[in-house]
């Protein structure tokens, strides 16, 4: 039986039966392992680095100098520890013509920093060395970004704060660099000696303190419990806890997230792929019957033919997995070329699960998908050889196809490992065929009114056709419909995401943000700033939020946790001004205790109107209403405050000021400057910072486009197959229609006609699903604002009928070019 097959294989690809196949199973397999090599790599790489990831054992966090009764209890029980503080402020080198500055991440350690892993520097021609000591006071070490920029040296001064230190060494790797709050500023590091004299610690600087421990796991155990009811007892201390166990929770998170966003990209490729191989797997099935036939005359049973079309087909799968698995791993490369490069790590082999698991998915869609239609071979009989009849599908050809449905639901569950979004994603492709396949029927058969509207031989022509064979008419339509679709959806929502991120960084927005001015500086500080654009002032303190409505504030949800656990910005405003909006409620005229909310800030904290707040600023209480929501717009760049309250209201409460300005990029000294003639400022220019984000997202996107390529490569096959299905079909009722005196221009008018509104149909279709995918994306997953589009309504119909039109086109050549004798001889 297996020579059988074999030569059965090698008689269907000389014949060109099985290319397409092939092809379909070779793309859905190479964009699934493409996803899943580059998902191993990076996982296998933060598993390999979680040993690192803090510096320690465990990790006290704070926006506030850790209290002094919880060092003694971790020294007490014999835990050794290492503290840092990290903070954003501005670094200067050169003087006067030649002074330049650039927004750092600052650190400053202690002597014991790291606690686990090693800190290496950087040699000239040399391999890195790892660290033997901490920056000495009076020194300081910078990362290779931060030298390039400002070409500095060992033995260049940097000034940070009140400050000058000379650089020391270059930073190569860091252990707990990605615990940095702005990990893609440029790094600087100082002893914990240097950083009181810097003066930059002054009130409402915004700092992180940490507390690095490290030590037996049963006496960090113990230490952790008893920090956790002290924390409980008084939760003013704000204190965040981070151990190996929660940072690699955190790190595996964010692996989950970007591998599910990844492989639910590939599994739309799958599926169109899938769905191209369900159809040339119907066509293989029509094209078949007659041998089958013949081979039942010859004495094979229906148990032989069914073993050797499922040696054929899965020794094809093999075949299509094995080079879509090669394809997907060379694919992979380029992910790693764009994404890999956020990785500060050199990435290890990825082992032989994606392999497998590449293997197997070729396998699942290909016996899904193309399993049913083979069962059907199985039911033909010596009959057709003179009645040309085709059985009914029976009951294990009904239960193929549920067996079809339900693998594919499995690789969906199994790609995305997310029970609950693979469900949903099968629910979804489920519905969607299921409504288009309704709208379909329900339009052809509206057609038959159509028909007595025309007397043109070529329309009636076209509708009969239509009408004669309903079943293949809604095939055809909902085949086109799901691959437009797709091309429509990532279409509009790469467009979407383009512009979003775009909008991000507008032309004119800040790039420069003040803070920490002081009263006696504003009116001074503001004429200086006159030249770009006169940017407005804003009044703010830092106050802890203790209560609402009475009650001590807290949540068991993390980020809920961490906003109440830290101060927060309350904004002094006697007006509302840009950027933000009214949602819900109104805004405060100063006669009342009242304040204003962020709305994303109350969703997090269940603030709702009505409810009366509770804030700690500097020891003393604020009691408020709040009695509006705000929507921010966070992409103008401005100055935004969680809280906002009349001015009174925090009269002789500590504050200072800050706001923003937009410099040109040939103004490079305005930093500098500033810096040099108020050292009490703090000037951040995230210039820098701007243009590496976009860089980061140019990576990102031009990583989805490259998955989306999977995707519109497999809508073409899809468009392909449905277009290729009825080919043999309309060959021989061509040839039966000119026989009977129809002539070649009215067989291609009607053709051209039937073709248009099948390509019409399947576009309005696609519209629709299309329209509703990406108002779900942009509401639940991109957090877009999304606008109903009539453009793509009269794109997808363009589309629909485009598609059509050039299937018909190619259609025709075969249809019509073939004498009708020899098409009859052939049937």
């Known amino acids: 039986m297996f020579r059988l097959s074999f030569s059965m294989m090698l008689r269907d690809w000389r014949a060109g039966e099985l290319r397409f196949l092939l092809a379909a199973l070779m793309l859905s397999v190479a964009a699934l392992s493409s996803v899943n090599f580059f998902a191993a790599r990076m996982g296998a790489g933060i598993a390999r680095n979680a040993s690192q990831v803090l510096a320690a054992d465990l990790v006290l966090a704070s926006d506030q100098p850790l209290p002094a009764d919880v060092r003694a209890e971790a020294q007490r029980r014999g835990l050794r520890s290492a503290d840092t503080v990290a903070m954003l402020n501005m670094a200067i080198a050169g003087r006067d013509e030649q002074g330049a500055s650039m927004l750092v991440a600052l650190k400053s350690v202690s002597d014991a920093y790291p606690l686990r892993g090693h800190l290496k520097l950087r040699r000239d021609g040399q391999p890195d060395a790892v660290a033997t000591a901490m920056p000495a006071p009076g020194t300081v070490w910078v990362d290779a970004t931060l030298s390039a920029a400002l070409n500095l040296h060992t033995g260049s001064v940097l000034r940070i704060g009140d400050r000058s230190l000379t650089v020391a060494g270059v930073i190569a790797s860091e252990p707990d660099a990605a615990a940095s709050f702005l990990a893609l500023a440029p790094r600087a590091m100082i002893s914990s000696a240097d950083l009181m004299s810097t003066k930059l610690l002054q009130q409402h600087a915004i700092a992180t303190y940490r507390l690095l421990l490290a030590g037996e796991p049963a006496l960090l155990a113990g230490f952790e419990q008893w920090l956790k009811a002290h924390i409980a007892a008084t939760p003013k201390l704000g204190i965040e806890i981070s151990s190996l166990a929660s940072a690699g929770k955190d790190s595996q998170s964010m692996q989950d997230q970007v591998r599910q966003f990844l492989s639910l990209v590939s599994l739309l490729s799958a599926l169109l792929a899938g769905i191209a191989v369900a159809m040339a797997a119907g066509r293989f099935m029509q094209r078949h019957l007659d041998a089958c036939a013949v081979l039942r005359c010859l004495g094979q049973t229906q148990a032989q033919q069914t073993r050797m079309y499922l040696l054929e087909f899965l020794m094809l799968g093999v075949a299509g997995s094995v080079a879509g698995v090669l394809l997907g791993f060379g694919c992979h490369f380029v992910l790693l070329e764009w994404l890999g490069k956020l990785v500060d790590a050199d990435l290890p082999p990825p082992g032989w699960q994606p392999a497998l698991q590449g293997l197997a998915a070729g396998l699942v869609l290909l016996l899904g998908f193309a399993l049913p239609p083979l069962l059907q071979l199985r039911n033909v009989s010596q009959v057709r050889l003179l009645r040309r009849e085709q059985e009914a599908p029976q009951a294990r050809a009904v239960a193929a196809y549920a067996l079809g449905a339900a693998t594919f639901t499995a690789l969906l569950v199994w790609q995305t490992e997310d029970v609950m979004l693979g469900l949903m994603a099968a629910v979804c492709f489920a519905l969607c065929g299921g409504v288009f396949g309704l709208v379909a029927w329900l ?187 705000r929507k921010i717009d966070w992409r103008s760049h401005q100055v ?188």
């Not at 799901?482 to 790039?511: F, I, K, Y």
């Not at 221009?745 to 576009?763: D, K, M, Y």
Request: glycine share 8%; aromatic share 8%; proline share 4%.
């Open 443 to 629: 339009g052809v058969g509206s057609l038959a009114r159509l028909r007595r509207l025309f007397n043109h031989p070529a329309w009636r022509f076209a509708i009969t056709d239509l009408r004669r064979r309903p079943a293949a008419s809604v095939t055809q339509i909902v085949a086109l419909a799901l691959g437009l679709t797709a091309l429509l959806l990532l279409t509009m929502v790469r467009g979407d995401l383009l512009a979003a991120w775009h909008q991000a960084t507008p032309d004119g927005a800040p790039n420069h943000y003040i803070i920490n001015i002081q009263r006696d500086q504003q009116q001074e500080l503001a004429a200086r700033l006159k030249k770009y654009g006169q940017p407005p002032m804003h009044v703010l303190s830092r106050g802890r939020l203790i209560g609402i409505n009475g009650k001590p504030a807290k949540s068991d949800d993390p980020g809920a946790k961490e906003m109440i656990e830290r101060e927060l910005e309350i904004e002094q405003a006697d007006q509302l001004r840009a950027p933000n909006t009214i949602t819900a409620g109104r805004w405060y005229d100063g006669s009342a205790a009242e304040v204003s909310v962020d709305r994303g800030i109350a969703e997090i904290l269940g603030i709702k109107l009505g409810d009366t707040l509770s804030f700690d600023v500097a020891g003393e209480t604020l009691e408020v209403k709040a009695t509006s929501l």
């Open 640 to 827: 935004g405050a969680a809280f906002e309250v009349a001015p009174k209201l925090m009269a002789g409460m500590p504050m200072t000021l800050a706001t923003t300005a937009h410099v040109p990029a040939n103004d490079r000294r305005f930093a500098y400057l500033l810096a040099r003639d108020y050292p009490n400022l703090s000037v951040f220019d995230i210039s820098a910072f701007i243009q590496r984000m976009q860089d980061t997202l140019a990576q990102v996107s031009a990583a989805v486009e490259f998955l989306f390529g999977f995707t519109l490569i497999s809508g073409l096959l899809v468009l392909y197959a449905a277009m290729a299905g009825s080919l043999d079909a309309r060959k021989r009722q061509a040839a039966l229609l000119r026989a009977l005196g129809a002539t070649r221009r009215q067989l291609s008018q009607a053709l051209w006609i039937e073709h248009l509104l099948t390509g019409a149909l399947a576009g309005l279709l696609a519209a629709g699903g299309a329209t509703a995918a990406s108002w779900a994306l942009a509401r639940f997953s991109f957090h877009l604002e999304w606008q109903w589009s009539p453009l793509l309504w009269i794109a997808g119909l363009a589309a629909g009928a485009l598609c059509a039109l050039l299937g018909g086109w190619a259609g025709l050549r075969g249809v019509l070019n073939q004498p009708p004798l020899l098409s009859l001889r052939e049937t």
